[in-house]
């Protein structure tokens, strides 16, 4: 598979999911719940943009693994692995809010090697492959770079929602949120993408999946960024997650959380 090969597979797999999301949005869809005692949707664009990408890997690449939100993994030993969250942000989506979009990741031996986040409906596109990242869009195309940051109290920082977290992580997150010079809400993926593009300092989430993580990583490597758990490992597994655009905040979040 050749660096031109891979760019054109990327963006057919982020062009069949659009046209598949597209006609759902802010529409009166059905959304069925995952999560016993909680809320955790999915709609019938989640399946069907999953699926779509799920036919053109198989058709494309047979030896290929494809691990994604909403079926079942498979082949995830092989030298190289798909991992797709058809809608990140399935709240957003639902709500007609556009803080949502599609990640298409790619893994080799277990590392991230190339992610993207299609948005269809703002037409962007952010990309990287841990070496650089990129944004395409109607605001132009250009390379994305983290901003300098020199300490918490001059970072923004964001969350999709505290009350995500249990109450033990949640005491820690408020106590970096005291720390920080702003702190905001909601975004999803875009949060993260925000980040790469030098706009926000500081992302701290806990109960992420590998879908929810692993394309967003070289998006996030590629433009300068550090993406580890909250005990500075390794962040492709999911877990407690804290992505900096600056070392010196990214370590001070690192010891405040572990206070």
Not at 26 to 51: C, S, Y
Not at 245 to 252: M, Y
Request: charged share 20%; proline share 5%; net charge negative.
């Amino acid at each position: 598979m050749t660096a031109i090969d891979f760019s054109s597979f990327v963006d057919q797999l982020a062009g069949v999911s659009g046209e598949t999301i597209l006609p759902f949005f802010r529409t009166a869809l059905a959304v069925d719940n995952k999560q016993a005692g909680g809320f955790d949707p999915v709609t019938a664009a989640d399946r069907a943009a999953e699926q779509a990408m799920r036919t053109l890997i198989r058709n494309n690449f047979p030896s290929h693994g494809i691990l994604g939100e909403e079926y079942e993994a498979e082949r995830i030993e092989a030298e190289y692995v798909w991992v797709l969250d058809p809608i990140d942000g399935t709240k957003s989506f639902i709500t007609g809010m556009v803080a949502w979009g599609t990640l298409i990741g790619l893994m080799r031996f277990g590392e991230p090697v190339f992610g993207m986040m299609n948005q269809p409906f703002t037409r962007e596109q952010f990309s990287g492959d841990g070496g650089a990242a990129h944004y395409r869009g109607p605001a132009g195309d250009r390379d994305l770079h983290v901003r300098t940051c020199a300490s918490l109290g001059d970072a923004i920082m964001t969350t999709t929602s505290p009350l995500l977290m249990n109450a033990a992580d949640r005491t820690a997150f408020g106590q970096l949120e005291n720390a920080v010079k702003l702190s905001r809400y909601g975004g999803d993926c875009y949060g993260y993408c925000m980040l790469a593009a030098g706009l926000i300092d500081l992302v701290v989430e806990t109960e992420i999946k590998p879908h929810d993580i692993v394309p967003l990583i070289p998006v996030i490597t590629g433009a300068g960024g550090i993406v580890t758990t909250w005990e500075n490992g390794p962040a492709q597994t999911g877990g407690r997650i804290v992505v900096a655009g600056d070392a010196r905040v990214h370590q001070a979040a690192l010891a405040m959380l572990k206070s």
